[in-house]
Structure formats: C-alpha cells, structure tokens
C-alpha cells in the first residue's frame, strides 16, 4: 500500500553533491524506517542510509559516514538523501526503500517497499 517514487540522480563530477528525493504515498509513515540503499553493476545492494519517521533517528554505512546526509519532510512525505564528496565508485543505481520495522535496519532483506531506482554516475 506504499508506492515510493525516487529522483534527483544525474551525473556528477568527482568532489560534487547530488540530492536524491524520495516521494512516498499510501499509508502513513509514523511507525516505518526510510533507507537508501545503492547497488553497482555486479555487486549487492548496498546500505547507504536510513532515518527512522518519527523521532528521526539515523544510520550510515561506514563508507558514507560524514559525507551524506539523510532526512525526512514529513509534510511532503519525502525522505531525501544529501550527498557531498562523491566518489567514482559511489556510481550506482540509488534505491530508497521503506521498512515497517521499528529500528533503523541496514539489510535491504527487511525492507518491504521499494522505489524503482535513480542513476547517479560520478566521473572521475
């Protein structure tokens, strides 16, 4: 009953930002974690981020630590993700996803709804 909706990927040069928004409709997200999660050809989907709705609480993986910043507008029921300093490697398909767990999981495996991904290419 949740559709999420991703954007703001694009190409972007090494040492530069990007903002991904996550549009999100459907049920309410009080009790739901928000995450993004990145995954490069032929790797595994990967933990970027994620804040829990209410009360805000966060977590990153250590590769980002510092660099990106993940929020919510709970007016706009958006979830956005900040990243500074990108790196080549970072290029990926970026997914943001939705959990109805109440802690900030880092296994996509226990998130239950998907937006369907945004490009994001850093050159090098």
């Known amino acids: 009953q949740v559709q999420l909706v991703d954007s703001g990927g694009g190409l972007v040069q090494a040492g530069g930002s990007l903002r991904l928004s996550c549009a999100a409709s459907?049920?309410?997200?009080?009790?739901?974690?928000m995450g993004w999660f990145r995954q490069a050809p032929g790797k595994e989907r990967e933990f970027v981020a994620a804040?829990?709705?209410?009360?805000?609480?966060?977590a990153y993986g250590d590769s980002v630590k510092g660099r990106f910043t993940i929020s919510r507008d709970k007016a706009k029921n958006t979830v956005y993700l900040q990243m500074n300093s990108l790196k080549p490697e970072e290029t990926a398909v970026y997914y943001c996803?939705?959990?109805?767990?109440?802690?900030?999981?880092?296994?996509?495996?226990?998130?239950?709804?998907w937006g369907q991904g945004t490009q994001v290419t850093v050159s090098s």
């Open positions: 996803a939705a959990d109805r767990s109440v802690a900030v999981g880092r296994d996509a495996a226990g998130y239950d709804y």
């Open positions: 459907g049920r309410t997200f009080s009790s739901y974690v």
């Open positions: 804040v829990k709705w209410s009360g805000g609480s966060t």
